[in-house]
Nanobody, 123 residues
Framework: VQLQASGGGLVQAGGSLRLSCASS????????MGWFRQASGNEREFVAA??????NTYYADSVKARFIISRDNAGVYLQMNSLTPEDTAVYYC???????????????????WGQGTQVTVSS
């Protein structure tokens, strides 16, 4: 599975962006999918995830009620609303398989990673 993240860019605080993650190889429809981000000088952190069916979603507290993760047969998406400068980071999509409930925020559970897309929020 080769993942390609896109949709990043520069946006003003309060604005919105929609990230997309697509597979250029094998379909990831049976995989659990997650979004992580890494700000300059910081550790990579969990943002959101969804199980293979899309029925279950999980969010970091810092983005809950602002970000929405969704998926369809073509990709996985992260709708980001009410962006703040603290959301500035490189965002990565990742795929895992049969991730245990409660472990979706653990980066070690994901074994396919996209290349990242830069999101910059200006104040």
């Amino acid at each position: 599975v080769q993942l390609q993240a896109s949709g990043g860019g520069l946006v003003q605080a309060g604005g919105s962006l929609r990230l997309s993650c697509a597979s250029s190889g094998r379909s990831f429809s049976s995989y659990d999918m997650g979004w992580f981000r890494q700000a300059s000088g910081n550790e990579r952190e969990f943002v959101a995830a969804t199980g293979w069916s899309g029925a279950n979603t999980y969010y970091a507290d810092s983005v809950k009620a602002r970000f929405i993760i969704s998926r369809d047969n073509a990709g996985v998406y992260l709708q980001m609303n009410s962006l703040t400068p603290e959301d500035t980071a490189v965002y990565y999509c990742a795929a895992g398989f049969r991730i245990p409930v409660g472990q979706f925020s653990e980066s070690s559970e994901y074994f396919y990673w996209g290349q990242g897309t830069q999101v910059t929020v200006s104040s």
